[in-house]
């Protein structure tokens, strides 16, 4: 019975995955269809202007040649007309001549006569019918403004869509997702000369296989890579994986996506729980900044509480006055907003991730202010008291930094001290390696070891930090180094005085 009902909840949990896996593909189908619909629609919109500007240009020449035309004709018919106008001229004059001479010959009186002939004589060789050309000024053919289309018209014919790039194919074999980086390479289908640049398109998620429409965050994109392979460099892996596609351009247009594909992107994260710090620390997310009045309301009213034989105070002030004060009704109010936060007290400065450990290898830096007097960095069981500091206790880890006077720089387990001879880095890295019991501390500029824990965790491990005087920034989402990683094999083949406080659990 056992057995089918745990056959049976494997079928069921198989069954919610593909239907959960056939909601994406409708999802994803749909957004498809609504995309082919607008981007058709954005290329008939295209295709309009562009052929409206051809349209638009062919107009324009149309109208330019055919004003040449118009003025090459104006130019010939004035010039003829001209031409006409003068030969009109010589024609009318040399009608009248010629009736002149016509009437001299009739004229009987030699001496008249000769004076005639002679004066005829003069007229004609001065006549401008004889001087006038009987060719015209320009010739009747407009040949010269004819065009030939042909070439164009088959230049035109030859018009077709863009030749838009293949898309490219990632090649996971050699993708490599290391120290917060992802180097992302891909390949041509085939070879393609016309191909200008790449684009690589990149976005965090939580879901594994095909990315999804919804609840996703949006796409970031880098432009203008020329070779083909990216590295994404500085990430925080705060989601499981990440999506990534790829697209060739060229000088005029881009292809199409490559399939996407999804990487791991793992890496521990986690925030700081102020419902347990001390209320003399001011906790955002991953940020813990000592406030010396943050716990002045809480320990007076502790102090009252303590003296009042378990009887509320305020409720003693009820029944003396009938009502109480604002000073006391304040201080209520932030002991009931701010009570959950008051889970370490006294001295303990302390504040908690809100992240287990609980197997496998991770790894989270911290930096502290430069003023910071007191600090310590670790980890420790869920059962560190109240009153706990880390490092003195049999279930807490840590180094601890003590700026005030001079600086001390310290491995603290168990209440017990080892002092660490080496320079305080401005940035510390935190190695933890649940299941081969290590937790090492590295300088996390130049990743040089500053100590080493070697124990056996029996209990989820919470990222720990005390804060006095200043201020702690963490740095989560990251991957444990490459150069830690090197560096942790060759530590654990080896064994010498950073041991000293390790064997104590």
């Given at each position: 019975m056992d057995e089918q009902r745990e056959t049976l909840q494997r079928i069921v949990s198989t069954l919610a995955n593909k239907n959960d896996e056939i909601h994406n593909f409708i999802d994803m189908l749909n957004h498809t269809i609504k995309n082919v619909q607008v981007n058709s629609s954005n290329a008939i919109s295209e295709l309009d202007e562009e052929f409206d500007g051809l349209y638009s240009i062919l107009d324009?020449?149309?109208?330019?040649?055919?004003?040449?035309?118009?003025?090459?004709?104006?130019?010939?018919?004035?010039?003829?007309?001209d031409q006409l106008s003068q030969c009109s001229n010589a024609l009318e004059s040399s009608e009248e001549l010629l009736e002149l001479a016509a009437q001299s010959l009739d004229i009987k009186d030699p001496v008249e006569f000769l004076k005639a002939a002679r004066q005829i004589k003069d007229r004609v060789t001065m006549a401008s019918a004889f001087r006038i050309s009987l060719k015209p000024k320009v010739s009747d053919s407009m040949t010269h403004l004819m065009v030939d289309f042909t070439l164009e018209r088959r230049m035109l014919q030859a018009v077709k869509f863009l030749p838009v790039p293949k898309a490219p194919e990632i090649d996971l074999t050699a993708c490599l997702v290391a120290d917060n980086c992802i180097t992302v390479s891909w390949r041509m289908p085939e070879e393609d000369s016309r191909i200008d640049h790449f684009v690589l398109e990149y976005r965090k998620t939580n879901f594994d296989g095909l990315p999804r429409v919804k609840d996703e965050q949006r796409w970031e994109l880098i432009d203008y890579i020329k070779a083909t392979e990216y590295t994404l460099s500085g990430l925080k892996f705060d989601t499981k994986y990440m999506n990534l596609r790829v697209q060739a351009c060229n000088k005029a247009v881009a292809g199409e996506y490559s399939d996407p594909v999804t990487l791991e992107t793992k890496a521990f994260v986690f925030s700081l729980d102020s419902t347990s710090s001390h209320l003399n620390l001011k906790v955002e997310d991953t940020y813990v900044e000592w406030d010396p009045t943050g716990g002045k309301g809480q320990e007076k009213i502790k102090g009252k509480e303590n003296k009042s034989s378990g009887q509320n105070p305020l409720l003693k002030s009820n029944r003396r006055s009938g009502a109480p004060s604002?000073?006391?009704?304040?201080?209520?109010?932030?002991?009931?907003?701010?009570?959950?936060?008051?889970?370490?007290?006294?001295?303990?400065?302390?504040?908690?991730?809100?992240?287990a450990v609980e197997s496998g290898q991770h790894y989270w830096e911290v930096r502290a202010q430069k003023d910071c007097k007191s600090y310590s960095v670790g980890v420790t069981y869920r059962n560190l008291g109240k009153f706990d500091q880390l490092g003195k206790t049999s279930s807490s880890w840590c180094i601890h930094i003590n700026n005030w006077l001079q600086t001390t720089f310290s491995a603290k387990h168990n209440n017990k001290t080892k002092t660490l001879d080496i320079p305080v880095p401005d940035r510390i890295g935190v190695y933890c390696d649940f299941d081969g019991g290590q937790l090492a501390f590295y300088n996390a500029n130049s990743k040089e070891l500053l100590h080493t824990f070697r124990t056996k965790f029996t209990q989820p491990l919470l990222p720990g930090f005390m804060i006095w005087c200043g201020g702690l920034t963490v740095s989560t989402g990251l991957q444990v180094p490459s150069a830690v990683k090197t560096l942790q094999k060759s530590e654990n083949g080896l064994s010498g005085s950073t041991s000293s406080l390790n064997n104590i659990a």
């Open positions: 324009e020449m149309k109208g330019s040649m055919a004003n040449t035309i118009q003025q090459e004709e104006a130019r010939k018919i004035q010039a003829l007309q604002p000073k006391r009704t304040s201080i209520s109010t932030r002991s009931s907003v701010r009570g959950s936060r008051d889970h370490f007290t006294g001295e303990s400065y302390t504040v908690l991730g809100d992240t």
